[in-house]
């Protein structure tokens, strides 16, 4: 046999080309929302800082105001940093510890704020040095 029969081929390519004559106007192309010249960007906000010391006392700082902790309780924490939220929501609350302080005081402290509704909680490494 000296020659192929392309009559399946052909076949079968017209039956792609409808498929695809079909679908293209049912795909909705992505949108991508550009900012605008006018618009200005706010700086990031500093976030407040819960401290966790060697004797597992909880030290409140915000780190936008000033540089100062003060000492706090469970509750008082969870109304401060609630109180301070709800007037920039977009301040995040990082948990820092001593290293001698076990984890699961740390993991106690984000449960709290967690459980509470606090958005965004994270947690604060020191990089090591050298």
Same mark, same amino acid.
Request: charged share 25%.
């Given at each position: 046999? +000296?020659?192929?029969?392309?009559?399946?081929?052909?076949?079968?390519?017209?039956?792609?080309?409808?498929?695809?004559?079909?679908? $293209? &106007?049912?795909?909705? &192309?992505?949108?991508?929302?550009? &900012?605008?010249?006018?618009?200005?960007?706010?700086?990031?906000?500093?976030?407040?800082?819960?401290?966790?010391?060697?004797?597992?006392?909880?030290?409140?700082?915000?780190?936008?105001?000033?540089?100062? %902790?003060?000492?706090?309780?469970?509750?008082?924490?969870?109304?401060?940093?609630?109180?301070?939220?709800?007037? +920039?929501?977009?301040? $995040?609350?990082?948990?820092? %510890?001593?290293?001698?302080?076990?984890?699961?005081?740390?993991?106690?402290?984000?449960?709290?704020?967690?459980?509470?509704?606090?958005?965004?909680?994270?947690?604060?490494?020191?990089?090591? $040095?050298?």
């Amino acid at each position: 046999m +000296n020659q192929i029969n392309v009559v399946p081929y052909i076949d079968v390519m017209l039956v792609l080309l409808i498929i695809f004559m079909v679908t $293209a &106007p049912l795909i909705n &192309p992505g949108q991508i929302e550009l &900012p605008s010249v006018g618009q200005s960007l706010k700086p990031p906000v500093a976030p407040l800082e819960v401290e966790i010391r060697k004797d597992n006392s909880l030290h409140l700082r915000d780190l936008e105001k000033s540089n100062t %902790a003060r000492k706090v309780s469970r509750e008082e924490l969870v109304d401060a940093v609630k109180a301070q939220q709800e007037r +920039n929501p977009e301040q $995040a609350v990082v948990i820092s %510890a001593d290293k001698s302080v076990r984890y699961e005081e740390v993991l106690k402290v984000m449960d709290v704020l967690q459980s509470n509704q606090v958005k965004k909680v994270g947690l604060l490494a020191k990089p090591k $040095a050298g």
